[in-house]
């Protein structure tokens, strides 16, 4: 398994009363909500769909980042590191910048 399954399980109960769907993606687990990439894990940790409007703020979070994915910054995604996600508070920061984006997206 390329992730570590404790962690995904940790987003799993983050995510519980929600209409979350999983599907391996990029070598790792993503979350989707209504079709829409909502976070994910993955070998080096996670990534979250913040949205560009909320970059600023999910950047300033400790252990965030540009996600670089693809070798260049992928709009509106960060990067999480294992030690941040691990910690309740700055996890359920993005997680609920996340959120706040993804629930605008139209369902696919």
């Not at 909502?38 to 979250?48: A, D, E, N, S």
């Not at 994915?69 to 509106?76: A, E, L, R, S, V």
């Not at 590191?81 to 696919?108: C, I, M, N, Q, W």
């Amino acid at each position: 398994m390329a992730w570590d399954e404790g962690l995904a399980q940790v987003l799993r109960d983050d995510l519980a009363d929600l209409p979350i769907r999983e599907q391996k993606m990029f070598g790792g687990l993503c979350f989707l909500m209504n079709g829409n990439m909502l976070c994910g894990i993955h070998k080096g940790g996670t990534m979250f769909r913040v949205g560009k409007p909320n970059m600023a703020a999910a950047l300033a979070v400790p252990g965030a980042g540009p996600m670089t994915f693809t070798g260049k910054p992928m709009g509106g995604i960060i990067e999480f590191s294992l030690e941040a996600t691990a910690d309740d508070a700055r996890r359920g920061t993005v997680l609920a910048l996340a959120l706040g984006f993804v629930k605008t997206l139209p369902a696919k």
